[in-house]
């Protein structure tokens, strides 16, 4: 079955220190990947997506995430973390057929 | 340009009662989905419209769960019956087509008493 597990429940960075989100997930084919970020009473905005191609896509604000099809995995990084980032944090794997499974969301907060 | 559209963006409702949940996605956007975040559950996945194509209505939990989607523009994810297990967030989303990203709308709070 499709899963997609998010390990880390909450995570605490400084500000301006490097972040590593962890994403691992199970699928039958080439999957298509998605990083989402959600704010607090608000919906999900989508940061980056990878369908095929380079390994290594680019995202909205910053951010960057690497398929490794070796490991099922699509970990989301940040060179420096910005206090406006704090927000919960999901990966999700799609297929042709439409529908998104999420992981559990990792929530993220920045100390000053 | 207009985002997801979704209306009520809070509903509080008595247990028994029928509630009607509306989505407007972006112009163009033939694809549409309904997601329900809760805090057991996470972000699960309800029904999916795709142009004039039937319904993926695999994620719908109980019959008591139905959606339409009027002109292939505007959804009406309805609830009948309410139960205390409904309270969440109901999330629509939409996109160009399939595998395109999704967009997502702030979400309806529902709140069975």
Do not use: M
């Not at chain 1, 989508?46 to 960057?64: A, C, N, R």
């Amino acid at each position: 079955a499709q899963s997609v597990t998010q390990p880390d429940i909450h995570i605490t960075v400084s500000e301006g220190a490097s972040l590593e989100l962890r994403c691992n997930y199970s699928y039958g084919a080439t999957p298509y990947l998605f990083w989402y970020v959600q704010s607090p009473g608000q919906g999900l905005q989508l940061l980056l997506k990878y369908f095929s191609g380079d390994t290594l896509v680019q995202g909205i604000k910053g951010f960057e995430a690497e398929f490794k099809r070796s490991q099922s995995s699509f970990n989301l990084r940040k060179p420096s973390v910005h206090w406006s980032d704090a927000a919960e944090y999901f990966c999700a794997v799609g297929n042709q057929g439409g529908k998104l499974i999420f992981g559990q969301g990792t929530e993220l907060s920045v100390k000053p | 340009g207009a985002g997801v559209s979704q209306s009520p963006s809070n509903k509080v409702t008595e247990k028994g009662k029928d509630v009607e949940l509306r989505c407007d996605p972006i112009s163009g956007h033939t694809a549409l989905y309904w997601y329900r975040q809760s805090l057991g559950q996470g972000l699960e996945f309800l029904i999916y419209f795709q142009g004039n194509s039937a319904p993926d209505k695999s994620g719908l939990p109980s019959d008591r769960f139905s959606a339409e989607r009027t002109g292939g523009s505007v959804s009406t994810l309805t609830i009948q019956r309410t139960q205390q297990e409904d309270s969440a967030v109901y999330l629509c989303a939409s996109s160009v087509g399939q595998p395109q990203p999704q967009h997502f709308g702030d979400g309806t709070r529902l709140s069975i008493l």
